[in-house]
């Protein structure tokens, strides 16, 4: 069986990854979403194993002693990860895995999985960005500077990533990640290709 692929799209917030996310899973339902797991509280609407993986801060260190993690963080208090197990179960399986996650996480999940597809979505320029951020209506001018400077820092490192995408059009930019899912399948790898000759010695 040709082992799945893993990929990763991050991007600065407004740049409509997850959007793209969610089109590509309505559009291609043999792809799976990881669900992160976090030590936070439920928040109205939430379903565990849904939106996030529930647990308490004791259980989370635990998995992270077990190197149970592609990758963690800790943000203001609370721990967030994605689970390792079932990942790992779904690539092979066969079954394509998409993480959204943040750079920092990105970076983790190469190292600890460097076969790892990493996709940088990014926005037409910094003041699309702006408005698109500020079309929220929850920002003030001094929160959106540090959204925005949050957001260079990010795009400046787009050089360790594999692909990037310019969100201009929702459409278009769903269809190149798309694109790039595809090609990536259809990559020549040592393991996939010892499986295939393999699969084809059997029908001799």
Known sequence: ????????????SGTGKGTICSKILDQRPSIRMSVSMTTRTPRNGEIDKIHYHFTDHDSFRNLIEADGFLEYANVYGNFYGTPRKQVMEWLDEGIDVILEIDVQGAMQVRNSYPDAVLIFILPPSLEELRNRIAGRGSETEETMKKRLGAALNEISQV???DYSVVNDDIDIAVDKVKSIIVSEQCRVDCENVELTVDKYKEEL
């Open 1 to 12: 069986m040709t082992k799945g692929k893993l990929f990763v799209i991050s991007g600065p």
């Open 159 to 161: 050089g360790e990533y």
